[in-house]
């Protein structure tokens, strides 16, 4: 149940940053819900092998590169989706960074269950 309501809270982030960014387009609710799953899925398969196959340049840069991948992996979930755009991979990192804190936030006040 907890993972529903994680999952469906990154959705209404989704929308709320359809509005305020104005690189990124959302049309509406279900769309957003598309997003969250087909993010779900993009960072389970392929975030692992473009941090595999970058992994010099992300020394190189000092982690700095892992920033360009998460934007990348916006823009693919841009062209996955109809009804999201992504209008520049500048427009992706800054949709990732803002997502990743937002998604921190919200966890944080939601918590974790007590496990007895």
């Given at each position: 149940?907890?993972?529903?309501?994680?999952?469906?809270?990154?959705?209404?982030?989704?929308?709320?940053?359809?509005?305020?960014?104005?690189?990124?387009?959302?049309?509406?609710?279900?769309?957003?819900?598309?997003?969250?799953l087909?993010?779900a899925?993009?960072?389970?398969?392929?975030k692992?092998?473009?941090?595999?196959?970058?992994?010099?340049?992300?020394?190189?840069?000092?982690?700095?590169?892992?920033?360009?991948?998460?934007?990348?992996?916006?823009?693919?979930?841009?062209?996955?989706?109809?009804?999201?755009?992504?209008?520049?991979?500048?427009?992706?990192?800054?949709?990732?960074?803002?997502?990743?804190?937002?998604?921190?936030?919200?966890?944080?006040?939601?918590?974790?269950?007590?496990?007895?």
């Amino acid at each position: 149940m907890k993972q529903i309501i994680r999952f469906l809270l990154t959705a209404l982030i989704v929308v709320l940053l359809g509005r305020f960014l104005s690189g990124i387009h959302v049309d509406d609710y279900i769309t957003a819900i598309i997003v969250a799953l087909v993010l779900a899925v993009l960072n389970i398969i392929v975030k692992p092998l473009l941090q595999i196959l970058t992994f010099p340049i992300t020394i190189v840069t000092f982690g700095l590169f892992l920033f360009v991948i998460n934007g990348l992996i916006i823009l693919l979930a841009g062209y996955l989706v109809g009804g999201f755009h992504v209008d520049s991979i500048w427009s992706g990192i800054l949709f990732s960074i803002l997502l990743t804190i937002l998604q921190s936030i919200i966890y944080s006040i939601v918590g974790e269950e007590d496990k007895k």
